[in-house]
């Protein structure tokens, strides 16, 4: 939105300085706080020889302002500017109004491909909560790809395979039931997993058994492979039961079974480069000098481990898909098996190694019911949307006209989660709260989305009085609350620009929550009902834009707008 803006700002001051337009260009920003300006350059960015304060201090008292660009004042190494209330106003709310809902995308990834690998639970097993972080990161990350013109495909990699998974065919022939697994297939499986491993607690030779089970899974044994494959199948479905709840789908689900002829090849590359040390039967990854310890790739029964199938479907992954760019979204508790993994395929010569990125993210701490119990993210939805369906029965007026009371409760529910997770930096462990999350007022979900809804009553409540009117005589937003609010929608884009570079989700979010609060006050100062016709048409154009805005934004981290609640 401020592109033409920081042009012009760039274009003189590149006579100023010297420096190139695009240099420039790139470093101007949007002020830490509105008093400072609507840009500002940063000077020691630029690189030019020279106590950046004064240089600052000159060449803002060189800069020629105009009927654009009111003023450039320096502060520090700073050069602030102002830009024309007027001319502002009108560039953001026409331009809001012709994209809608793809406003703040751009196409600078236009023929360019992402992966983002996320989620990725391991199959049989209900999707615990701690699943969560990687899901609902790795689908913002996907949205901004997509939002940046990428052409971007999201992928989960489920972990099914391993020796578990023959541990768990040994437990479904003693424990198994037909009928509970076709009914509640995950859980089932789970039940039996717990109780298999109970056992083979006391019976070694059930593990084993699973060994030898999981060996002819490798070997290409149908029979074994058969039941696998079921159990695969009927988790699939039910993940996709909860990633529907969560408002995700998947481009591609993949999974460590899926990994082919690239394995081999991987094990080969390893041995051509002298990667490979021996131990008692078992082949290591030598990565000492790294300080990343010796993993082992496969074990003395020939069965292979986790990172030979990362390296095999990293080279799988390229032949199939072409990607200028893959992204894992992985805890931070997999940091050093990350780093074995991207220091291989650099090592083996990947000429596309540079082209992978680890995200990681802290752990959550305390994510129980409320009764104290360990949860599954299942529990953990049906719980929230419980509790604000119950706080929506409270207002009986206001739940009456809710067209789908069980769909909203579910969404504001999610919204609780979604947001909560998103408030501080992805790397941070952060304390789960309920009664912080499911709050209406301060930095929640449920805010976000009251302030949305609130929004679209505005338009509902004056759609007999006036219009949305694009032509709106938007001279007549005078107040100073409208101005901030006009200011918050044009940073959007570049909000989704530098999320997208830093890939925190707390960066959009917090802006969404300064935005909603903006609004909130704007709200009680500048009022729509029974105003005049001219200024009721200004201040609902620019609610409209707001509400446009907000709910793109609310889109991005994945989430449903809500237009009543």
Known sequence: MFEDFKTTIATQLAVLTGAPVEAITGAIGIPKTNAHGDLAVNIPSLRIKGNPAQLAKDWAEAFKVDEVITSAVSTGPYINFRINRQVLTRKVLSTIYEKQDKYGWTNEGAGKRVIVEFSSPNIAKPFHAGHLRSTIIGNLIYNLYKASGWDAISMNYLGDWGKQYGLLAVGFERFGNEEQLVADPIQHLFEVYVAISAAAKEDDSLNDQARAYFKSMEDGDETALALWRRFRELSIVKYKDTYARLN?????????????????????????????????????LDLEKYKLGRPVVKKSDGTTLYITRDIGAAIERFEAYDFDKIVYVISSQQDVHMKQFLKTISLIGLPYADRFQHVNYGMVNGMSTRNGTVIFLDDMLRESKEIMHEVMRKNEDKYAQVPDPEHVSSVLGVSAIIVQDMLARRIKDYDFDWKRILSFVGNTGPYLQYTHARLCSIERKVQDQVKVNPDADISLLTESHAFEIVTLLAQYPDILSSTLKSLEPCTVVQYMLELARTVSSGIEQMKVKDEPEDIAEARLLMYWCARTVLGNALTIIGLEPISRM
Do not use: P
């Not at 690239?262 to 490979?276: K, N, P, Q, S, Y």
């Open 248 to 284: 995700i789908n998947f481009d591609v689900y993949s999974g460590e079974s899926q990994v082919g002829e690239g394995m081999t090849r991987a094990m080969a590359m390893l041995e051509e480069c002298g990667l490979i040390a021996e131990s008692e039967g078992a082949k290591l």
